[in-house]
């Protein structure tokens, strides 16, 4: 399995100038493919005018790479627009665009693409090509068969982020049929079950309201720029993006290891999570629930991670429908009515269950494992309608105290007007008090003996 370690790269200006000349290459090779492929024309795969151009300033391996990756985002668009003619284009994907040019705001974007057996790295240095040493901030957490390096200017945090590709061994899967069952959502973002255990959900009010108090701050930029200087972006609108994102998915992430780390501690073979295909269809009601779904909830992105950490610990990921799951009772079958936002009653069985809890179970029994009923109350495996709420508190996941939501039963204070010499009355009191106070810290101790 193919993973990633990245590091923050030690300034250079030899870096400067070798960066400029990939951009500049890229971009040049970039600009005759999109203008063969505009006037059908058929083009080089192999630029032998181009890699003599710019050989001797960045390097023939380091010209290869670029050309090899360009040639990479170029069939992959081919693939793509023979699949969007078919019929055939992914859910996902709504426009196929041409790969585009290393520019952002009218300036290149600073990339250099090093070979595998072109640098070497250690503890401390990384040693490139050209005679380079530099030093590097962070910590290799994959060891395995190095990969192309990619070294980035990031200019909003105004560092060289290097990004090694690294292929590490695949740990065999587990044997066994214990799944793991997972009900993805926007206010609890993930409520898990499995058989034997009470269900637990992860609350994600915490990441939501963290997550909408810094749009209010985008937006806010976003309104000085438009007023102020008449512009879209700015350096500070991006980092405000950037920490935006950072904090949600440090949120996820933790979220996904946890879920994982629990399921390779109990002996889970299998997780089994529900496709949320289809979910932002003909979905758009205000703008507030529009927000939510359209840009805040990642559920393609957290259902990626969840594969690529299970893969880790040998456990496989499954994708199931989940259509009407959250509304059929998963006792008796019958169509729930949901009186508030996260309550499933049922009619039938007169049971007030949690929505998420209902969905997880549902999807548990149409994978064909037999759920408890409430009524085996002398089952080691009794299921508890209403799940363990985790909460996030900016670090970790932890279980959510009981709080006592009545209302507060104040009492009303009612302060009498002073009247005319009180207030003075009672200042020159307290100066006196003062006073007084100084006086007996400034005497001297008495002496011991006389």
Not at 27 to 32: A, I, T
Not at 256 to 278: F, W
Request: glycine share 6%; charged share 30%.
């Amino acid at each position: 399995m193919k993973r990633t370690n990245t590091f923050v790269v030690e300034d250079h200006p030899v870096l400067w100038e070798l960066a400029d000349n990939c951009a500049r290459l890229w971009n040049e090779l970039n600009f005759e493919r999109r203008q063969a492929y505009i006037h059908y024309r058929k083009f080089e795969w192999y630029p032998k005018h181009l890699y003599r151009k710019y050989a001797s300033l960045i390097g023939s391996a380091t010209a290869q790479q670029i050309i090899r990756k360009n040639n990479e985002a170029w069939k992959s668009f081919l693939k793509l627009k023979r699949l969007e003619k078919e019929g055939k284009l992914p859910l996902h994907i709504r426009k196929v665009s041409m790969p585009g040019y290393w520019k952002r705001n009218g300036r290149r974007e600073l990339r250099i693409i090093i070979r595998n057996d072109c640098y070497r790295i250690d503890d401390e240095y990384l040693y490139l090509p050209k005679g380079l040493k530099l030093r590097y901030k962070g910590k290799l957490k994959w060891h395995g068969k190095q990969g192309r390096l990619e070294i980035i200017y990031d200019d909003v945090d105004e560092v060289w982020r290097g990004f090694m590709a690294v292929e590490v061994e695949k740990p065999p899967l587990r044997g066994g049929n214990k799944p793991l069952y997972i009900d993805l959502g926007v206010i609890n973002l993930a409520t898990i079950w499995h058989e034997g255990i009470q269900p637990i959900a992860f609350s994600g009010r915490a990441v939501l309201s963290d997550w909408w108090y810094w749009t209010k701050k985008i937006a806010r930029e976003q309104s000085r720029l438009a007023r102020v200087n008449k512009v879209r972006t700015s350096r500070r609108l991006r980092k405000l993006y950037r920490i935006r994102k950072r904090r949600f998915k440090h949120a996820i992430n933790v979220m996904i290891r946890m879920i994982v780390e629990y399921a390779s501690r109990n002996g889970i073979s299998k997780i089994v999570v529900g496709n949320l295909k289809g979910i932002r269809d003909n979905n758009h009601k205000n703008n507030k629930i529009n927000t939510m779904v359209h840009n805040y909830w990642s559920f393609r992105w957290i259902i990626q991670r969840l594969k690529e950490k299970a893969e880790e610990y040998g456990i496989k990921v499954e994708e199931v429908n989940e259509y009407r799951t959250s509304s059929i009772c998963p006792f008796c079958g019958s169509d729930g009515i949901r009186r508030c936002r996260g309550l499933f009653y049922c009619p039938k069985c007169q049971k007030v269950m949690n929505a998420d809890v209902v969905g997880v179970l549902n999807i548990a029994k149409n994978n064909g494992t037999i759920i408890p009923s409430p009524s085996w109350r002398d089952r080691d495996n009794g299921l508890v309608a209403q799940p363990l709420l985790l909460g996030w508190n900016g670090m970790k996941w932890e279980p959510k105290r009981a709080m006592n939501t009545r209302p507060m039963n104040t009492l009303g204070a009612e302060i009498s007007l002073l009247k005319w010499g009180e207030c003075q009355h009672l200042m020159s009191s307290s100066i006196y008090r003062l006073i007084i106070l100084k006086k007996v810290a400034r005497k001297p101790p008495a002496l011991v003996g006389g």
